[in-house]
């Protein structure tokens, strides 16, 4: 981690921690393809915010990277980097590569709780430096958004939260959904947050709903680091051979499987295929049902196929996105001390339910 430098033009200013992780809005090409570039070459490019009341301090991980590259230890280390600065900084910026972006953010909202304060994921689809890029807008728009205050002085976003062309979303409640346009994210289960036109104009019925313990009490999280990666996603196809995963289901490290199954949680009437996951819940594996399709939910009572997975004593994942509900696994098993299938039911931060 690097801490590159503090601007403080104003005083009554907001006092903004700008964590750079890597990913496109960073990244300038070479020979091998688009490469992240430093903290200090970024802060070249990003455009001058002098006049704004803002007093921002910047830090990097070691080495920036492609989010396909980031593993649970970065989140580990974004988590960090909020919670050490968790008091004496009014909001939080990560920029981020889109790829992964909202795997972290769903995870880091199991895993950092109650902060009471705006965390703001945002990245680009194109880096900083091309003529048409969508960098300095999402910058630029994320940083109002963290230091936006409502009428009664608190941060108008007290959650983690992800903003992209021009939508602010619940940070467990968005998937990328585009690989190369520049509205790469959408939330089809909740609703935006925020929209900015000239103005930002917040929703304030969808801020906040659904997140259990507030009031928070400012900068004072509770930080559950511990993540446990036995999962793994079984996503069904026609053709698929329950044999191949023979040796993963009786690994007894794999804690939990999330299947992927068809529309409202589906899945064949396959002899062979349901042997294998009911001996896998019989050894105390948690069988967790999602569907294939982006919006909707999990109802595993509508379909005779549906029952099946029932039947096998499946855990709805309801209408989570697939990042939501493994990253809460991850979470849930990690932390342990709880019932898992009361605890995955339940919402921890906002991420299921309306
Ligand atoms: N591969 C890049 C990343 O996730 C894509 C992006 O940032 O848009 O880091």
């Excluded at 980097?81 to 008091?87: R, T, V, Y």
């Excluded at 009664?152 to 585009?178: M, Q, S, T």
Aim: with cysteine.
């Amino acid at each position: 981690m690097n801490l590159a430098m503090t601007r403080s033009p104003r005083s009554h200013s907001s006092r903004i921690l700008l964590i750079y992780t890597g990913g496109t809005i960073g990244m300038k090409e070479s020979s091998s393809g688009l490469v992240p570039v430093s903290l200090e070459d970024l802060l070249e490019q990003l455009p001058d915010i002098d006049a704004l009341p803002v007093e921002l301090t910047l830090v990097s991980l070691d080495r920036p990277m492609d989010s396909s590259d980031l593993k649970p230890e970065h989140w580990v280390q974004i988590g960090e980097l909020i919670l050490k600065h968790s008091a004496d900084m009014d909001a939080f910026l990560v920029l981020h590569g889109t790829d992964t972006m909202a795997y972290s953010a769903a995870a880091l909202s199991f895993m950092m709780q109650h902060l009471g304060k705006p965390v703001i994921f945002t990245g680009s689809q194109l880096p900083l430096g091309h003529p048409r890029s969508d960098a300095a807008s999402h910058w630029m728009s994320a940083l109002e958004v963290a230091m936006a205050l409502g009428p009664d002085g608190l941060p108008r976003v007290p959650e983690i939260a992800l903003y992209f062309n021009h939508a602010l979303f619940r940070g467990n409640r968005v998937r990328k959904l585009h690989a190369m346009g520049f509205d790469a994210f959408d939330s089809p289960n909740y609703p935006v947050l925020a929209r900015a036109g000239t103005r930002i104009e917040y929703a304030e019925e969808a801020i906040g709903q659904g997140i259990p313990g507030q009031p928070f009490q400012q900068g004072r999280p509770a930080w559950f680091p511990a993540l446990d990666q036995g999962v793994l996603s079984l996503k069904l196809f026609p053709g698929l051979r329950p044999d191949l995963w023979e040796v993963a289901l009786h690994d007894p490290t794999v804690k939990a499987v999330l299947v992927e199954a068809y529309g409202a949680g589906n899945i064949p009437a396959d002899g062979d295929l349901s042997e294998l996951l009911r001996a896998f819940v019989q050894r105390g594996g948690h069988l967790i049902a999602l569907s294939q399709c982006v919006g909707g939910q999990v109802d595993l009572t509508r379909y005779q196929s549906g029952r099946r997975l029932l039947d096998l004593g499946a855990i709805s994942g309801m209408d989570m996105t697939f990042e939501a509900a493994l990253t809460k696994t991850m979470h849930l098993l990690g932390t342990g001390g709880s019932d898992f299938r009361e605890a995955f039911g339940q919402s921890i931060a906002g991420e299921l339910g309306n």
